[in-house]
């Protein structure tokens, strides 16, 4: 290195370094090393997680929008429901331990007493997030803004674009109640701590609809990465800035994202209909 000479790289040597370098983006490389040696899991390490996922608020309107396509008997528990795969942030557990597939969920609250509007809330959130995870639908969200910002966009703009376009077009009229029920408690979340600091939190940005708001809550629970934060901050003081800044953020960002919005509903909705079907016929042949 000293001479500037160029490493040379062997082709199994080049495949391990990527292999490294992608669970490393992912934040995967504990998970995989804690398999490896499970006594890494005994360690009390505070763990940034990230994976790539609509933020709050944009969960809560995309469930608010999906709602008025569903049977629905208690609101609350609903909108509850949908925040709860997020309740990380406030737990300071792995997300594993709350995002799993909608099959796993189903499973889980066959053995228990728990709402069915709690389930369908979380369900939605759980296929949001399905969704959203696709390279399909955020190259597409890409190819809709203007041509001369997509090479900046990263998985964290657009996902804060989508949140600054949910708190600036889709308002949600609800008045959380704090409620545990048998699957929070499964998944080990009090109602006495963390899920009482998660609905006040929570509450206070659906009430300011500000993205400053979000990003405090976003700093308070220090799950988000340095760089998830920066470009937050730089989002958020643009749009503070000035009356013709917000503007303009707003003409560049809310076209596409209404329309990724519409889309992120109808396959939500669409993949509800298939989940119920295919339980529905494993109840037949069970009959």
Request: glycine share 4%.
């Amino acid at each position: 290195m000293v001479k500037q000479q160029q490493m040379c790289w062997t082709k199994q040597g080049a495949h391990l370094f990527l292999h490294v370098r992608t669970q490393v983006l992912n934040d995967d490389l504990r998970e995989s090393f804690e398999r490896w040696h499970p006594a890494m899991k005994k360690t009390n390490v505070p763990i940034q997680e990230y994976k790539t996922m609509p933020m709050p608020y944009s969960h809560l309107a995309l469930a608010q929008s999906c709602l008025s396509n569903l049977a629905v008997d208690d609101r609350n528990d609903f909108y509850l429901g949908a925040l709860m795969p997020d309740i990380r942030y406030f737990t300071g557990r792995p997300r594993s331990e709350y995002h799993f597939s909608i099959e796993k969920l189903n499973i889980i609250t066959k053995s228990i007493t728990v709402s069915n509007a709690f389930v369908l809330g979380y369900g939605i959130h759980l296929l949001i997030d399905e969704l959203w995870a696709t390279d399909e639908l955020r190259d597409e969200y890409k190819r809709l803004f203007p041509f001369f910002i997509r090479s900046k966009l990263n998985i964290r703009l657009l996902e804060a674009a989508l949140e600054i376009a949910c708190l600036a077009h889709y308002a949600v009229p609800i008045q959380l109640q704090i409620k545990g029920n048998a699957l929070t408690r499964q998944l080990g979340v009090r109602e006495s701590d963390a899920l009482t600091s998660a609905v006040q939190s929570l509450q206070r940005y659906i009430d300011q609809r500000n993205l400053q708001t979000g990003l405090q809550m976003a700093e308070a629970s220090g799950k988000y990465t340095l760089e998830r934060l920066a470009q937050m901050r730089y989002l958020s003081n643009a749009l503070e800035m000035s009356r013709f800044t917000r503007a303009l953020v707003h003409l560049l960002i809310i076209p596409p994202s209404q329309r990724i919005y519409k889309r992120l509903v109808d396959g939500a909705l669409a993949r509800v209909g298939e989940v119920r079907l295919s339980n529905e016929r494993k109840m037949n042949s069970v009959v």
